[in-house]
């Protein structure tokens, strides 16, 4: 069974960083993308970073040129540098892997992460 297992979230003045990691275990036979989310309450998940197996990124434009996403293949983890966070950034952080298994390809969510941003 895959696990997603989620770590760095916490409370940060605006202008300070953080760095998300999501650390993938369990039988993975491929990768073929993971991502962050974030949903406020009452909200839908809203896309913050994704990166596939190639290596293609994407950002949403509230945090381009702020937060870069990578990844090690050798550790199936996946990183979020969160740099210059505003307030407008708090909200809870949900890893997102597209990963091939067993079962095929399949998509998996992590617990989530609270990320705060005081003023």
């Known amino acids: 069974q895959v696990q997603l297992v989620e770590s760095g979230g916490g409370l940060v003045q605006a202008g300070g960083s953080l760095r998300l990691s999501c650390a993938a275990s369990g039988r993975i036979f491929g990768f073929n993308a993971m991502g962050w989310y974030r949903q406020a309450p009452g909200a839908l998940h809203e896309l913050v970073a994704a990166?596939?197996?190639?290596?293609?990124?994407d950002y949403a434009d509230s945090v381009k040129g702020r937060f870069t996403i990578s990844r090690d293949n050798a550790k199936n983890t996946v990183y979020l540098q969160m740099n210059s966070l505003k307030p407008e950034d708090t909200d809870v952080y949900y890893c997102?892997?597209?990963?091939?298994?067993?079962?095929?390809?399949?998509?998996?969510w992590g617990q989530g992460t609270q990320v705060t941003v005081s003023s």
């Open positions: 997102n892997a597209d990963l091939q298994t067993r079962m095929g390809r399949t998509v998996y």
């Open positions: 990166i596939t197996g190639g290596g293609k990124t």
